[in-house]
C-alpha cells in the first residue's frame, strides 16, 4: 500500500523525484491504462488490449509490457528500451485528488497533486526538486501538474470510448497463446481485445458515430498495435538465447 498525502511547499520542500526508470524504482509492471487521445503514441511500441478490473468489473484499455507480472520487458540496465513511456508511467510518484474549497460561500470541488511518500521514486537526496530553494514550484512540477491533467481528461475520455465498445459489443475476451523459440508454450489470459468480425457488421450509422466521437481511429489504433506483440517475444527469445549461451 502507499502513502498518498497532499503536496505542499512546507512539508515537501526538500522532496526530489528520481525520473530514471528500473525494477527497483516501481517499474515492473506488465501493464499500465492508457486512453485513446494517448494510442498513437503507445501503439508504436506496445500492444493494447483491454483489462476487466476485477474489483468493479470496469474495463480499461491498457498497454502491454510483458507477459506475465512483475516482469516488464522494456526495462534493462540502462533503464527503459523504448522513445515513449507512457503516461501513467511517467507521472509516478504523483496522483491526482480533489479538495473541497469555500468560494463565495459555495463548495467548490478542485484537482489537486497528490505525492505517494512510499513510492521508490521519492528521495532527499537524487533527482529532480518539486520547488524552488525560496518559494513556487519547479518546471518540473509544472510538467508534472499538466501530466496528471492530460491524464486526468484522458481518463475521462476513455469512459466513454470503453462505453461506446461495450453498446456495440465490440469487446471480446481472448486467450495469448505464446510458443517460444525453445519450443516452451505459454497462455495469458484475462485481457480482451475488439472483435474485429462485429466491428465488420457494423452498419453506418454506428461507424459514423464512433468516427464522430475519435473512437473509431483509437480501435484501429488498438488493433494495429497487437503487431508489437511479435516485439515482445522477441525480447523473451533473445534473453533466453543470452541465457543458454
Given amino acids: 500500500m502507499g502513502k498518498p498525502v497532499l503536496l505542499n511547499s512546507v512539508e515537501h520542500q526538500d522532496l526530489r ?9 516501481g ?4 501493464f499500465t491504462p492508457t486512453f485513446p487521445q494517448e494510442f498513437r503514441a503507445v ?5 493494447i488490449f483491454f483489462y476487466k478490473d476485477p474489483g468493479n468489473g470496469q474495463f480499461h484499455p491498457v498497454a502491454l509490457f ?7 520487458l522494456f526495462l534493462d540496465e540502462q533503464g527503459w528500451r523504448a522513445s515513449y513511456v507512457p503516461l501513467t508511467v511517467r507521472r509516478q510518484p504523483f496522483l ?18 497528490h505525492i505517494d511518500l512510499d513510492h521508490p521514486k521519492v528521495s532527499l537526496t537524487e533527482g529532480e526538486p518539486l520547488f524552488q530553494p525560496y518559494g513556487g514550484n519547479t518546471p518540473y512540477l509544472d510538467e508534472m501538474a499538466e501530466m496528471l491533467e492530460v491524464i486526468h481528461q484522458g481518463m475521462e475520455d476513455s ?14 475476451a481472448f486467450t495469448l497463446e505464446l510458443t517460444l523459440d525453445n519450443g516452451d508454450s505459454h497462455q495469458m489470459i484475462g485481457f480482451y481485445t475488439i472483435n474485429e468480425s462485429t466491428l465488420a457488421q457494423l452498419g453506418g450509422p454506428a461507424l459514423e458515430a464512433l468516427h464522430q466521437a475519435g473512437y473509431l481511429q483509437a480501435i484501429y489504433l488498438s488493433l494495429a498495435s497487437q503487431a508489437r506483440v511479435r516485439d515482445l517475444m522477441q525480447v523473451v527469445n533473445d534473453r533466453l538465447a543470452e541465457s543458454a549461451a
Fill in 159 to 172: 469512459k466513454g470510448f470503453v462505453d461506446a465498445l461495450l453498446t456495440h459489443d465490440l469487446l471480446e
Fill in 27 to 30: 517499474d515492473n509492471q506488465w
Fill in 66 to 72: 510483458g507477459f506475465r507480472r512483475d516482469d516488464n
Fill in 96 to 113: 491526482i485528488g480533489q479538495q473541497t474549497v469555500q468560494e463565495d460561500g459555495m463548495a467548490v470541488h478542485q484537482r489537486v497533486i
Fill in 43 to 47: 501503439q508504436a511500441h506496445y500492444p
Fill in 17 to 25: 523525484i528520481i525520473t530514471r526508470h528500473g525494477a527497483e524504482l
